[in-house]
């Protein structure tokens, strides 16, 4: 990209204490309801967007796993 272009979004760099409470709730549910997903957001201080879309890659790479595993 073009260097100082502030309007391309860029990936979210989450904090190793934001991962490691997302990967917690991951391994306890992979789908949140809105209002977890609202809770979670708020406790880690991120946008719901992000906290979706962390669970959408989670569930992507999860599934990509579980897939490479059953052969």
């Not at 990967?23 to 809770?39: A, G, M, N, P, V």
Request: positive net charge; contains cysteine; hydrophobic residues 35%.
């Amino acid at each position: 990209g073009a260097p100082g272009g502030k309007s391309r979004r860029r990936r979210t760099a989450f904090t190793s204490e934001q991962l490691l409470e997302l990967r917690k709730e991951f391994h306890c549910k992979k789908y949140l309801s809105l209002t977890e997903r609202s809770q979670i957001a708020h406790a880690l201080k991120l946008s719901e967007v992000q906290v979706k879309i962390w669970f959408q890659n989670e569930r992507a790479k999860w599934k990509r796993i579980k897939a490479g595993n059953v052969s």
